[in-house]
């Protein structure tokens, strides 16, 4: 989800604070699309094209366009947010302080960011999983997009059992069915391609749709955000306590809740990762044995399930490892956060061509904005009086700790060298 725009929040906040007397709610409304219309305008956007001006002869594009399938359309209302409840938690006395000419108190505008990020997590908690979010996080996980027929089914079957054991959310709903009627429903849509041979059918998706379905699996990303998380820790270690898993579990997972509005506060993870690990040895993903988490067999299936569902955040942990590889590779009071930023930028431009990645969102500046502000938040980071960062040891920690369970090793060796390249880039330019 994008970053909340908090520019008509920040004026209704004022407008109550001025009078009120008349009480406001604020109801998401999730909208669930099957395919929408402006999908490769969207992504264009999103890789840096400039927004082109609408013209009347767009209209016979859409006509064109209007002949496709566009699916169904799920419409969710999430639990409604009482402004003025809201402000007793923020400003427990914000009735009774003295308000500057402008109606703008010193408090208003990280009042207004939390309320952003607030609205954002309940519509969140509103999402209306499709086959077409399913499909999408199951092949966007595979190396070649490519899923055999039988094994596309299995996945997409333990997905809905996964989810319907550990319910995010009482808003959210998921679609009827098995994993066979997903497959169909979605090849439906001209959006899976299909290829058979002597030993069955093999699903893929070409390059321009594979794309496009960034779109439909960011959309149920932070539901899928924890459970791929624990089920990355197990592609590089066999066996882990539950001590472990809620050790580096709580290192990464305010990164990820802040990213992707994921409605579990700290206080409550260790209860949710719990009910996951629960779910996971019942379909076989883990095994439990004398107070140890064991995975299965790498040459089993449900090593196979459990390497794919680790994927669905890969690429969101790989842009948290960046930032740091880059930090810790240029050291203490040398870059600002801005240079961070462009830097992050540059760096996952690079691994996106020397990797194959074809997410549009992997080089979106925004988001490594946004982690680094999470760092500042967290008190991970500081600014010196020339808007230089300096980071606390636990940066370290982090990186060579928590990065060695999620990541595998070459692509946080390729990260170091690229950061390590960077960094003596930037040394050679300044010596220049």
């Known amino acids: 989800m994008l970053q909340p725009k908090t520019g008509m929040l920040a004026i209704t906040l004022r407008s109550f604070l001025r009078n009120s007397r008349m009480p406001i709610v604020f109801v998401p409304v999730y909208i669930g699309y099957e395919r929408v219309l402006e999908g490769r305008t969207y992504l264009g956007e999103l890789r840096g094209a400039t927004k082109k001006k609408e013209s009347i002869f767009d209209i016979f594009k859409v006509i064109g366009a209007l002949k496709q399938r566009f699916g169904q359309v799920s419409v969710n209302f999430g639990a409604p947010i009482k402004l003025a409840e809201f402000l007793d938690g923020e400003q427990p006395d914000w009735r009774e302080q003295e308000l500057a000419p402008q109606f703008r108190p010193e408090w208003l505008s990280e009042t207004t960011h939390r309320l952003g990020e607030r609205v954002a997590q309940h519509l969140n908690e509103a999402a209306a999983v499709n086959p077409m979010n399913l499909v999408a996080v199951a092949l966007l996980s595979t190396q070649r997009l490519a899923l055999d027929d039988q094994a596309m089914e299995r996945v997409l079957d333990l997905y809905l059992t996964l989810l319907r054991a550990v319910p995010y959310s009482p808003h959210t709903t998921l679609p009827e069915g098995d994993g066979r009627s997903l497959i169909e429903h979605v090849k439906g849509m001209d959006l899976l391609a299909e290829q058979k041979d002597a030993l069955g059918k093999i699903l893929y998706l070409n390059e321009q749709n594979a794309v496009l379905m960034t779109y439909y699996r960011n959309n149920v990303l932070h539901i899928f955000a924890l459970p791929s998380l624990l089920a990355s820790f197990f592609q590089s270690s066999s066996r882990m306590t539950r001590d472990q898993i809620l050790r580096y579990t709580r290192a990464l ?51 196979v399930l459990l390497t794919l569902l680790s994927r669905a955040i890969a690429q969101t942990l790989q842009r948290f490892y960046m930032a740091i590889a880059l930090l810790l590779n240029s050291g203490q009071n040398t870059l600002s956060a801005e240079q961070l930023e462009d830097l992050c930028t540059v760096m996952a431009q690079r691994l996106s061509i020397l990797h194959g990645l074809n997410a549009p969102e992997f080089f979106d500046k925004s988001l490594f904005r946004h982690f ?35 990541l595998p090793a070459e692509i946080r060796l390729s990260i170091r060298q690229v950061a390590l390249h960077s960094n003596e880039e930037e040394q050679d330019a300044g010596n220049a």
């Open 253 to 303: 997972y305010p990164f990820l809740q802040s990213e992707l509005f994921i409605r579990w506060p700290l206080s409550e993870l260790d209860e949710v990762v719990d009910q996951w690990l629960a779910a996971f040895v019942e379909q076989g993903l883990l095994r439990f044995k004398k107070d140890v988490y064991v995975r299965p067999e790498p040459s089993s299936r449900e090593f």
């Open 372 to 406: 680094i502000q999470t760092l500042l938040d967290l008190g991970v980071l500081r600014k010196d009086s020339a808007g230089k960062l300096s980071y606390h040891p636990m940066l370290g920690e982090l990186a060579e700790g928590a990065a060695k369970r999620v």
